[in-house]
Each structure stands twice: as C-alpha cells, then as structure tokens.
C-alpha cells in the first residue's frame, strides 16, 4: 500500500490517499478519458487497506463535477469503503456539496442508499 498524492487537473480531480494516515480525499473535477485506469490504483489501496491491521479510515469527497463513467469508478470506491467497514474497521465518509448544487447531494444520498453506508453531507459555499 503506497501513498497517492495526484495534483487536480481540468478533467482530474485531486487525490490524497495517505494509508498511514486512514485517510482518502477527492476533490474537484472527474472526467478523465479513462476513469477505470485513473481510479484503479485507488481501488487496489483499498483492497489492500481491507486486510492490513490499520483501524479507522476517513474519506472526503467533494465534487463540482463527475461523468458517468467515474460515477461507475466512484460506485466501486464506496463498494471497498463499506468493506473497510464491515472488516470492522471505523469508517466515517464525507460528502461535501456546494449549497445550492441539489443534483452533487443527491449523488452522494445515492451512492449512500445504494450501499447502505453513512454519509455525513457538509453543505460548503463554493469551490
């Protein structure tokens, strides 16, 4: 399990993923011509993450923007989420909105549903 650190672009987003730390952030943009090969070496952490003896993880996750085919990504990124947690490890996600961006809350209360995970929603100004 490795650290990513992968500074945001105009169709990336940023990624801090610090496994010493518990801890995975996303932020902006999501719309990378191949979003399987971009979140790929994020999902292989979290496996890793899975059967490793490191306890509580933090995820934030907060988007202007995501195509369809990183919300498939993103599906699996929350699929190892609420494995971490049921190998018993704390996990606590943060979903952060802009305030009148209804359309990103309801992503999140999707992907939440979807999984039976729990979302703390954190309504912010703007990017």
Do not use: H
Request: charged share 35%; hydrophobic share 35%.
């Amino acid at each position: 399990m490795e650290k990513i650190f992968i500074e945001p672009t105009r169709v990336t987003p940023l990624v801090n993923f610090d496994p010493d730390e518990g801890l995975l952030e996303i932020k902006g943009r999501s719309s990378p011509e191949n979003s399987i090969l971009f979140y790929q070496k994020i999902i292989d952490n979290l496996d890793e993450y899975i059967q490793s003896d490191l306890t509580d993880f933090k995820a934030n996750f907060s988007f202007e923007y995501f195509n369809t085919s990183s919300s498939k990504c993103l599906f699996d990124v929350f699929k190892r989420l609420s494995r971490i947690e049921e190998s018993g490890k704390g996990l606590t996600i943060n979903w952060y909105y802009e305030e009148d961006d209804e359309d990103m809350m309801e992503a999140g209360e999707d992907y939440a549903d979807l999984l039976d995970l729990e979302f703390n929603f954190l309504e912010i100004e703007e990017f």
